[in-house]
Protein backbone atom coordinates (compact mmCIF):
# COMPACT_ATOMS: atom_id res chain seq x y z
CA UNK A 1 0.00 0.00 0.00
CA UNK A 2 1.59 3.74 -1.01
CA UNK A 3 0.21 7.01 -0.83
CA UNK A 4 1.69 9.56 -2.37
CA UNK A 5 0.47 13.25 -1.84
CA UNK A 6 1.39 16.24 -4.86
CA UNK A 7 -0.02 19.57 -5.85
CA UNK A 8 1.87 21.28 -3.07
CA UNK A 9 3.59 24.65 -3.93
CA UNK A 10 4.29 28.61 -2.71
CA UNK A 11 1.09 30.63 -3.05
CA UNK A 12 -0.08 33.95 -2.13
CA UNK A 13 -2.77 34.45 0.33
CA UNK A 14 -6.13 34.74 -1.30
CA UNK A 15 -4.78 31.74 -3.97
CA UNK A 16 -5.62 28.23 -4.18
CA UNK A 17 -4.31 24.92 -4.68
CA UNK A 18 -5.53 21.29 -5.57
CA UNK A 19 -3.38 18.47 -3.81
CA UNK A 20 -3.82 15.05 -5.02
CA UNK A 21 -3.85 12.23 -2.82
CA UNK A 22 -2.93 8.70 -5.05
CA UNK A 23 -3.00 5.22 -3.42
CA UNK A 24 -1.69 2.05 -4.73
CA UNK A 25 -2.04 -1.42 -3.62
CA UNK A 26 -5.63 -1.80 -2.88
CA UNK A 27 -8.81 0.30 -3.69
CA UNK A 28 -10.47 2.88 -2.02
CA UNK A 29 -14.19 0.91 -1.99
CA UNK A 30 -14.99 1.34 1.92
CA UNK A 31 -12.80 3.32 3.45
CA UNK A 32 -12.29 6.59 4.61
CA UNK A 33 -9.23 9.21 3.34
CA UNK A 34 -8.71 11.71 5.84
CA UNK A 35 -6.35 15.25 4.74
CA UNK A 36 -4.42 16.09 7.84
CA UNK A 37 -1.91 18.98 8.27
CA UNK A 38 0.96 19.89 10.44
CA UNK A 39 2.02 23.78 10.93
CA UNK A 40 5.89 24.51 12.16
CA UNK A 41 5.80 23.36 15.55
CA UNK A 42 1.86 22.16 16.22
CA UNK A 43 0.06 18.68 16.37
CA UNK A 44 -0.93 17.13 13.04
CA UNK A 45 -5.02 18.16 13.07
CA UNK A 46 -7.38 16.33 10.82
CA UNK A 47 -8.71 18.74 8.41
CA UNK A 48 -10.96 16.91 6.15
CA UNK A 49 -12.32 13.03 5.33
CA UNK A 50 -14.58 11.44 2.53
CA UNK A 51 -16.39 7.97 2.78
CA UNK A 52 -15.66 6.32 -0.12
CA UNK A 53 -18.82 4.59 0.21
CA UNK A 54 -21.81 7.14 0.27
CA UNK A 55 -19.32 10.20 -0.37
CA UNK A 56 -19.97 12.02 2.96
CA UNK A 57 -17.16 14.43 4.06
CA UNK A 58 -16.54 16.14 7.55
CA UNK A 59 -14.13 19.96 7.81
CA UNK A 60 -12.93 20.96 10.36
CA UNK A 61 -14.05 24.51 11.13
CA UNK A 62 -10.95 26.24 10.12
CA UNK A 63 -11.59 24.60 6.27
CA UNK A 64 -15.03 25.03 5.87
CA UNK A 65 -16.56 27.16 2.98
CA UNK A 66 -12.72 27.50 1.77
CA UNK A 67 -11.56 23.48 1.34
CA UNK A 68 -13.63 20.66 -0.70
CA UNK A 69 -12.69 17.08 -0.19
CA UNK A 70 -13.21 14.69 -3.29
CA UNK A 71 -12.21 11.43 -4.62
CA UNK A 72 -12.26 9.31 -7.86
CA UNK A 73 -12.55 5.88 -7.07
CA UNK A 74 -11.67 4.59 -10.62
CA UNK A 75 -8.52 6.58 -10.37
CA UNK A 76 -8.02 5.59 -6.44
CA UNK A 77 -7.00 9.14 -5.81
CA UNK A 78 -8.97 11.97 -3.80
CA UNK A 79 -8.34 15.57 -4.05
CA UNK A 80 -8.18 18.40 -1.75
CA UNK A 81 -9.18 21.71 -3.43
CA UNK A 82 -8.29 24.67 -1.68
CA UNK A 83 -9.23 28.31 -1.83
CA UNK A 84 -9.14 31.22 -0.16
CA UNK A 85 -5.70 30.61 1.39
CA UNK A 86 -4.48 31.95 4.76
CA UNK A 87 -1.07 32.30 5.80
CA UNK A 88 -2.71 29.92 8.66
CA UNK A 89 -2.63 27.02 6.15
CA UNK A 90 0.91 27.31 5.75
CA UNK A 91 1.70 23.00 6.63
CA UNK A 92 3.01 20.05 5.23
CA UNK A 93 -0.45 18.07 4.51
CA UNK A 94 -0.69 13.90 4.58
CA UNK A 95 -3.42 12.11 3.23
CA UNK A 96 -4.07 8.73 5.26
CA UNK A 97 -6.84 5.89 5.11
CA UNK A 98 -8.79 4.73 7.90
CA UNK A 99 -10.80 1.48 7.42
CA UNK A 100 -13.10 2.08 9.99
CA UNK A 101 -14.20 5.23 8.38
CA UNK A 102 -13.97 9.06 9.44
CA UNK A 103 -15.04 8.54 13.08
CA UNK A 104 -11.08 9.04 14.18
CA UNK A 105 -9.74 12.26 14.18
CA UNK A 106 -6.15 11.47 14.94
CA UNK A 107 -3.25 10.55 12.63
CA UNK A 108 -2.29 7.51 14.68
CA UNK A 109 -5.26 5.79 14.48
CA UNK A 110 -4.99 6.24 10.76
CA UNK A 111 -3.92 2.69 8.67
CA UNK A 112 -1.72 4.07 6.05
CA UNK A 113 -0.49 7.63 4.98
CA UNK A 114 1.62 9.39 3.11
CA UNK A 115 4.63 11.43 3.08
CA UNK A 116 3.30 14.52 3.08
CA UNK A 117 3.29 17.75 0.32
CA UNK A 118 4.16 21.52 1.84
CA UNK A 119 1.76 24.15 1.37
CA UNK A 120 3.18 27.88 1.90
CA UNK A 121 1.03 30.27 1.42
CA UNK A 122 2.75 33.79 1.37
CA UNK A 123 1.10 36.99 2.89
Known amino acids: VQFVESGGGLVQAGGSLRLSCAAS????????ISWFRQAPGKERERISCIRSSDGSTTYTDSVKGRFTISSDNAKNTVYLQMNSLKPEDTAVYYC?????????????????WGKGTLVTVSS
Open 25 to 32: GFTFDGYA
Open 96 to 112: ALDISGCYRRQFGAMNY
